[in-house]
C-alpha cells in the first residue's frame, strides 16, 4: 500500500510538472479514495484547482502560500498568470518580480551548499528523454555551475546514449550508464520510471536514480559524492512550461552553448547538405503520409542534386523504425550495424555537426542542430501538440537572426520544398 501512495504522490508531482493536470487530478483523485490526500502537497492541490478553473478555491490558497511560504515561487507565477487573465497588468508585473527573487533564492539554497563542500559532485544522473537534456538540463548547468563557481574539475556528469561530449567544459569527468550497464539497462530504468509516474522525466528522486549515482561511485572508486540531481532543474522551471513563467524568466536560469560548440569531433561522420531523422512523437504519429514523408523527402532532395544523411534507424526501433527512407543514390543511411547502440546519441550529435540543416521529426535533432549553428527544420503531424514552450525557448537560446527554428506540417509541402530549393548544394 506504501509504495502504491508514493507512485501516485509522484505521479501527481511528476504530470504537474510537464502541466498534465488531467493526470494529476487522476492521481490525486486515487489517493484521495485511498485515505491518503495527506501526501498531496498543497501547493499541488492549489495547482490542480486552478488548472481546473476552481479560482474561488485555488487563489485564496495560492495567496496565503504566497504570504507565508516566502521560500516558494510557483505560488506567485500562478497568482501573476491570473492577474493577466483579468488584464491587471501592473498586478501581474510584481507577482512575477517577486517570485523570480524567490526562485533565484531557492535555487542559491541548493548551489551554495555544493559550492561550500569539497569533493566530486554528480550532475545528474540524467535519464530522461534527450530533448529536455539538450534544451535543458545542460543550459541549466551552464548557468547555475558558473553562477555559483563550482568548479567542473569537481564535476562528473553521468547521462547515457554517448552523450558524454556535450558536457565538455562542465565536467572534468563523465559516465556513461549505456556504456558501463548491461545492454537495455537504459531501457529498462526508463520503463521502471513510466511505470511508476507515467513520465520518463526525473522531476521526483527514485531508487533507480540512487542506484545508478552508486554504481557511478562505486566504479570510479569514490567513497561519496555530492548530488546535483535534474530535480532542481524541473523545480524552478515547472511554472515555464505550464504557461505562467515568461520566457525572460526561465532564461535567467538558462546560458547558451558556446559559439561554435560541436557535439562530437569533426571528421567522425561524412559531411552532407541534410540531416533527417525520424521518429514517433505524439505530433508525429505513424501513418502512410509520415511513413511516406521521409521518402519524398529524399526524393526531392535528390532532384535537386543535396545529398542527404538519414539517422532515423539509429533512434526509435531501429531498422524497425517505420519512418527509414528507402535507399537512392544521394542517401546515406547510418544503422545500429554502422553505430552500437550505446552511442546512438553521439552519432546522431556528429552527423548534425556535419551536415548543412537538418529536417526530420521536431524535438532532439532540432535542438542539437540548434546548438551547432544549423537551422533546423521540425516536422509535424497528428492529433498531440507541440509544447509551444518549448519551441519559443529554443529561438531564444539557440536561435539567431541566420539559424531559425521552423516547425512545418508535412501537409504543407510547398514550404518543405522551398527549404530544399534554399539549401546550397556542396560542391
Known amino acids: 500500500m506504501s509504495n502504491d501512495i508514493s507512485a501516485l504522490a509522484d505521479i501527481v508531482t511528476s504530470a504537474i510538472t510537464v502541466a498534465q493536470f488531467d493526470k494529476a487530478v487522476e492521481a490525486a483523485r486515487k489517493l484521495s479514495e485511498m485515505g491518503a490526500s495527506d501526501q498531496i502537497p498543497s501547493r499541488a492541490v492549489a495547482q490542480m484547482l486552478y488548472a481546473n478553473g476552481v479560482t474561488e478555491s485555488a487563489l485564496p490558497l495560492l495567496r496565503r502560500m504566497a504570504q507565508y511560504q516566502t521560500d516558494d515561487h510557483v505560488p506567485l507565477y500562478v497568482l501573476a498568470h491570473h492577474a493577466q487573465k483579468l488584464g491587471l497588468e501592473k498586478e501581474a508585473r ?35 528523454e534527450p530533448e529536455f537534456e539538450v534544451l535543458y538540463w545542460i543550459p541549466f548547468l551552464r548557468k547555475v555551475l558558473s553562477q555559483y563557481g563550482i568548479d567542473p574539475a569537481r564535476c562528473i556528469a553521468v547521462s547515457h546514449g554517448g552523450a558524454s561530449s556535450w558536457y565538455a567544459g562542465l565536467a572534468a569527468r563523465c559516465w556513461d550508464v549505456s556504456e558501463n550497464s548491461d545492454a ?87 559531411a552532407c547538405d541534410i540531416v533527417s531523422s525520424f ?30 544523411l538519414d539517422v532515423s534507424a539509429l533512434v526509435d526501433g531501429g531498422a524497425e523504425n517505420p519512418f527509414v527512407p ?13 553505430v552500437s547502440p ?14 548543412k540543416v537538418y529536417m526530420g521529426t521536431y524535438g532532439v535533432g532540432c535542438f542539437l542542430a540548434l546548438a551547432q549553428g544549423r537551422p533546423a527544420f521540425g516536422a509535424v503531424y497528428g492529433a498531440g501538440t507541440i509544447v509551444a514552450a518549448h519551441t519559443r525557448l529554443a529561438e531564444a537560446l539557440l536561435g539567431s537572426d541566420t539559424v531559425r527554428l521552423h516547425v512545418l506540417d508535412v501537409t504543407d509541402w510547398d514550404m518543405w520544398m522551398a527549404a530544399l530549393s534554399a539549401v546550397e548544394a556542396r560542391v
Open 279 to 308: 521518429q514517433q512523437r505524439p505530433y508525429f504519429v505513424p501513418s502512410p503520409l509520415t511513413e511516406n514523408f521521409a521518402n519524398s523527402l529524399a526524393a526531392a532532395a535528390g532532384q535537386l542534386g543535396r545529398s542527404l
Open 326 to 338: 528507402s535507399p537512392r543514390d544521394n542517401v546515406l543511411a547510418l544503422s545500429t550495424d554502422d
Open 94 to 128: 510584481r507577482y512575477q518580480a517577486t517570485a523570480l527573487e524567490r526562485a533565484h533564492t531557492r535555487i542559491a539554497q541548493r548551489l551554495s551548499d555544493l559550492a561550500s563542500s569539497a569533493g566530486p559532485v554528480l550532475l545528474g544522473p540524467w535519464l530522461g
Open 342 to 355: 550505446e552511442l546512438s546519441l553521439a552519432a546522431v550529435a556528429a552527423t548534425l555537426g556535419a551536415g
Open 184 to 270: 537495455g539497462t537504459v531501457t529498462r530504468l526508463q520503463a521502471e520510471r513510466v511505470a511508476a509516474t507515467g513520465f520518463t522525466l526525473q522531476a521526483t528522486i527514485r531508487s533507480q536514480d540512487a542506484a545508478v549515482v552508486n554504481a557511478c561511485r562505486e566504479a570510479l572508486g569514490l567513497d561519496s559524492v555530492k548530488v546535483l540531481h535534474p530535480l532542481a532543474m524541473f523545480d524552478i522551471l515547472h511554472p515555464y512550461w505550464a504557461g505562467q513563467m515568461p520566457v525572460e524568466h526561465a532564461l535567467a536560469f538558462l546560458s547558451p552553448y558556446p559559439a561554435n560548440w560541436k557535439a562530437a569531433p569533426e571528421g567522425a561522420v561524412p
